[in-house]
Structures are given as C-alpha cells and as structure tokens.
C-alpha cells in the first residue's frame, strides 16, 4: 500500500512539474508588443529589437519601418530575397490581419546555416513589421520551438 501512494505521489508531482507555464516579461513599445520567458534576454540596437535565450541558440528579432515605400506586389519578394531563397511565392502565406494589417508568413531552413527562420511581416501603407525566429536545427524541437512559437504569436500591434 506505502508502495502505491509513493507511486501516486511521484506521477502527480511530475506532471504537475512538467505542466507548470513559465514566467513571462512583456517587451512593451510605443506601437507594439510582445511577451517571453522571463529568462530570456530583450534588447534594442537601434529599433531593432532582438530577443532570446542566454545560451543565444537562436532569437526574435523585430524591425519596424515608418515610411517604408514597398508596394505590396513586391513584399513577397523582399521577403525571399532576405534569405535569398529561390522558394516560389507562393510558399510565402498572406492574410488580413487586424487593424488593416496584411500578413505574410514564411518559413525557411538554410542547409548551410543549419537554422530554422520563421518570418512575419505585417504591412499597411508605408507601415511594416518585420519579425523572424532564427533557430539552430540542433534546438529547433520541443521545447525550444513550443517557447519561440507562443513568442512570436504574443505580438500584437497597437496601432
């Protein structure tokens, strides 16, 4: 019976271990935001805000441009030529978003680098946010991609 409840005991406080949500900070700008793990590390090098793990296997970094004159017939373009790839457009997934926003997603593996790029780029106007999650394969799995993920979908823009 001792052997039972000792059992019990172990498999419920593992899984409330394991099932125990993490920490988070919120990098707060004047026009937008994002929450991370509060281990991670968020700094700005001159607007451009990056943010990532201390072991540094990878980041998100975020860009913003005010008056940025790129037509939207060529935004899937400069999105390909960011990592010079040779992928069809149509790789490249657009939608609506909120407040007039058009979303682009991409996603990227370089064989050479070996990374994981995951891109965002919300446009309206001469407006645009450029976000990306770059990731070594090697960490590019379970954890890792699950924290970098609910990340990078917490940006929101304000305006």
């Known amino acids: 019976m001792m052997k039972k409840v000792l059992v019990l005991f172990l498999m ?12 988070t900070k919120l990098y707060d700008s004047e026009n937008y935001s994002i929450t991370f793990p509060d281990t991670w590390i968020s700094a700005n090098d001159n607007g451009i805000v990056n943010i990532f793990p201390t072991n540094q296997i990878g980041a998100i970094t975020i ?22 790839s040779e992928d069809d457009e149509k790789k490249i997934k657009t939608s609506g978003s909120k407040k007039g926003y058009t979303e682009y997603d991409y996603e990227y593996f370089d064989e050479h680098d070996k990374t994981f790029w995951n891109t965002k780029v919300f446009q309206k106007n001469k407006k645009l946010y450029l976000i990306t999650i770059s990731c070594q394969q090697k960490y590019w799995n379970g954890n890792y991609m699950k924290l970098f993920s609910e990340a990078f979908e917490s940006f929101k823009i304000k305006k």
């Open 12 to 23: 419920f406080s593992g899984i409330y271990a394991f099932t125990q949500k993490l920490e």
């Open 63 to 84: 860009s913003e441009y005010e008056d940025l004159d790129l037509p939207k017939t060529e935004t899937k373009k400069f999105i390909l030529a960011l990592y010079k």
